[in-house]
C-alpha cells in the first residue's frame, strides 16, 4: 500500500491494513472540532500502529534556522505537540466506534464484546469494511494497549549528522518515559528509513 505524506512515499507492507487520516471519509465529519490525528493509523495482525510523519529533507529554513533545529532546541515542547497528536487520534477512534454504536447491530455485538472481531480483522476481504478497522482498533486501545504501537517518523535530512538526529531521538524518548501516554502500556518508538526496527519494513522514498 502507497501513500504520498509530507514530500515522501510510504510504501507499507502487504499484511498492513492502513488507514490515511485526512483524506478518510471520518475527517471531514470531525474537522474544526480541535482535533488533529495523526497522519497513518494502521492493523497488522493483532497491533494497532498510530503513525506521526515529520520530514525535514528538504524543508526551507524558518527565521534562518533549520526545521530540525526547532525541535532539537526544545524537545520537550514538540514531545507535548506529539503526545497530544496521539491522543486525539485515541480520541477519534473512540468517537468513530460511537458513531457505529448508534445502529443496533454494533450495539448488540458490543455487549458480546465483538465476539469474533479479531478473526475477521485478520481476513483480507473484511479489511476492506471500515467498520472492521475502527472497531478493532477501538477494541485493542481498551482490551491490549500492550499492542498498540506508537510512531514518530521522524526524517533529518542529510544536513543532519547522525549523532544529532540520535541525541534528539534520546531526548524524546526520555521525556515520554516521564510522561507516559495514557492508556498505560503503550510503546513509543521513533524511526526513518535509515533507522527503523526489522519487524517494520516501511520503504519510503522522496516524492
Known sequence: MKFNESGLVFNFPADWKVIKWDVHRFFGYVSGRGFKGVDFMALRKDALYLMEVKNYQDRRPKDEAHPFDLVFENPDFYAEVFLQKFADSFALISIVEKYYLRKFLFKWWSRQNYRGLQRLAR???????????????????????????????????????????????????????????????????????????????IEVRPT
Not at 149 to 163: N, R, T, V
Not at 171 to 190: A, D
Open 123 to 201: 481476513n483480507a476481504f473484511f479489511q476492506n469494511f471500515d467498520f472492521i478497522f475502527w472497531t478493532r482498533a477501538a477494541q485493542i486501545i481498551r482490551e491490549r494497549p500492550e499492542q498498540v504501537c506508537l510512531i514518530i517518523w521522524l526524517e533529518p535530512g542529510p544536513k543532519i549528522p547522525e549523532d544529532k538526529y540520535l541525541e534528539l531521538k534520546e531526548k524524546l524518548l526520555s521525556y515520554f518515559k516521564k510522561n507516559p501516554v495514557l492508556p498505560e502500556g503503550v510503546k513509543i518508538i521513533i524511526a526513518n528509513k535509515n533507522d527503523q526496527v526489522s519487524d517494520l519494513n
